[in-house]
């Protein structure tokens, strides 16, 4: 089970750290990705880090602004978001895949197990 938390409201410019904690295994042996979908969109791919976080990916529309992270001690996976821009507000998707090819990371059919997703939100 992957629980996803920290989501809010903040301003453009702002900085907010979204997490997901997952239960039922270890997340060690998992790629984990985070997806957004804003509202009357597609959901999109916005980063990913290999399981044992030696690899990480990003997509050109937060590259240099967001930082993904985990702790596979604390089975967790973050998302630092900073500089952030009314075009981010969306729901944020933790994901977890076992069966991932690196070089597929950013396609959401390429993960299992999907967390419940956070609202994000940046007002102007």
């Known amino acids: 089970q992957l629980q996803a938390s920290g989501g809010g409201l903040v301003q453009a410019g702002d900085s907010l750290r979204v997490s997901c904690v997952v239960s039922g295994d270890a997340i060690s042996g998992y790629a984990m990705g985070w997806f957004r979908q804003a509202s009357g969109k597609e959901r999109e791919f916005v980063s990913a880090?290999?399981?044992?976080?030696?690899?990480?990916i990003y997509s050109l529309s937060v590259k240099g602004r967001f930082t993904i992270s985990r702790d596979n001690a604390k089975n967790t996976v973050s998302l630092q978001m900073n500089s952030l821009k009314r075009e981010d507000t969306a729901v944020y998707y933790c994901?977890?895949?076992?069966?991932?090819?690196?070089?597929?990371?950013?396609?959401?059919?390429?993960?299992?197990?999907w967390g419940q997703g956070t609202q994000v939100t940046v007002s102007s």
């Open positions: 880090i290999s399981p044992d976080g030696s690899y990480t």
């Open positions: 994901a977890a895949s076992d069966r991932v090819i690196w070089s597929e990371s950013r396609r959401s059919e390429m993960y299992n197990y």
